[in-house]
């Protein structure tokens, strides 16, 4: 513990990972790569876990510990030193029967949170009302990029194309199962059944015909009680662009554009094993940049950044879009926490818009620093 309780003579960042969403082991991964990428003469590391029933521990942060090895996925040491935030943003050691001691105040919190309990504003708002500044965007806007149902709401009134869809809530599908299936049947097929507050590609089919659909339902809501079904592009291609907040109020930065193509392997769409196991590299192709007409990757670039004004994104994001066969560009979503993985698209989009991986932890550890907590 000694490591942590030393008199503070750097800015110390508590990188918070794992949680109780579905994606806690991408969390996990991507914690993995992000504790390397610190830079430990500038920062005072300490690596917060939280485990899938909600306790929060000092980890290890060990990186060998927090990958993918041999198809097995990562999870937080349940049985690590309980840690919680106390008083003037002190993380505070709980180990039952002994008393609390301080590992010091937390001048930033790195939260590598996916989906639920984390990317959603949960955290946020938490860090909000105990004062601590995060790297990230902030309590609504976090929500809003969760939710693929209120993102599309707040594209369509930004003046972005979306494409046709319906939202099926709990309440929908318990009342009238049949008019949900009637209203999904309008958008034509084939359709994406997802769960509406998720990420990761989980609980994700592509659906072909109304005889696969509720199989489709039945795994969305395992994931989520909102469901979100999405009409299919016209022979889409996958392009990616990441945003990253600019420093001393300058304006925020948008890197080049990354195309997605998945092929082969009965895999229909990027889905989480084309985007994190080893068993599905051969099947995915990541093209930085994305080979587009000049003017056609301006717009989609021109068209990310009002994205992320859009829904008043802080620090990063990472915004996907669909370019259809007849040259539409249709938003998908924006990710407010995109993955820090060695395979995820954001950081390997600035890697090609010069701004390499330490470099770009670095930014965004300075761009959470220097923005108050609070109204802004």
Known sequence: MSEYSREQRKPRVAVVFGGRSSEHAISCVTAANVLQAIDRDVYDVVPVGISTSG???LESGDPERLSITDGKLPEVDVTAMPVLFGANRELVVSEPGTVPSTLGEVDVVFPLLHGPWGEDGTIQGLLEMSDIRYVGSGVL???VGMDKHYMKVVFQAAGLEVGPYVVIRDRDW?????ACRNAVDELGYPVFVKPARGGSSLGISKVNSRDELDD???EARAHDPKVI????ANDPREIEVGVLGGLDGALPEVSVCGEVAVSGGGHDFYDFETKYLPEGEEYLALSVPADLPAE???DIRAKALTAFDAIEAEGLARVDFFLDADGRVV???INTMPGFTPTSMFPRLWAESGIDYPTLVNRLLTLARTR???LR
């Open 55 to 57: 306790h929060w521990v």
């Open 141 to 143: 806007s976090s929500a």
């Open 174 to 178: 318990m009342r009238d199962a049949e």
């Open 216 to 218: 489709a339902i039945v």
């Open 229 to 232: 079904v999405e009409a299919s």
């Open 296 to 298: 056609v990757a301006a």
């Open 331 to 333: 938003i998908n979503e």
């Open 372 to 374: 108050p907590t609070g």
